[in-house]
């Protein structure tokens, strides 16, 4: 089955930076465009990042523009999020995403929290 799971995750000082993967198993992940969306609580969930199969195409949220990059490694299964220059409004449960058609499958998500 699908599989989804993110590490990277924790607490870290406004202005640092963290790393978060996302390990794919269960379906033809270099076929797959993959995501990152996040939610704060009491917001809905956002998109942060999103990248096409051979990371030929990638998009951001507008306020995420110049600080975030998305990449992956389709040889290690794995999507990556760097995230530079963090604010405390973006403390969140950071979620790996994919899916067809009308198929969507999520990840159990990776808390990270933005505070000094």
């Known amino acids: 089955q699908v599989q989804l799971v993110e590490t990277g995750g924790g607490l870290v000082q406004p202005g640092g930076s963290l790393r978060l993967s996302c390990a794919a198993s269960g379906f033809s992940f270099s076929s797959s465009a993959m995501s990152w969306y996040r939610q704060a609580p009491g917001k809905e969930r956002e998109l942060v990042a999103f990248i096409t199969r051979n990371s030929g195409i990638t998009s951001y949220g507008n306020s995420m523009k110049g600080r975030f990059t998305i990449s992956r490694d389709n040889a290690k299964n794995t999507v990556y999020l760097q995230m530079n220059s963090l604010k405390p409004e973006e403390t969140a449960v950071y979620y790996c995403?994919?899916?067809?058609?009308?198929?969507?499958?999520w990840g159990k998500g990776t808390q990270i929290t933005v505070s000094s």
């Open positions: 995403n994919t899916g067809w058609g009308r198929l969507t499958y």
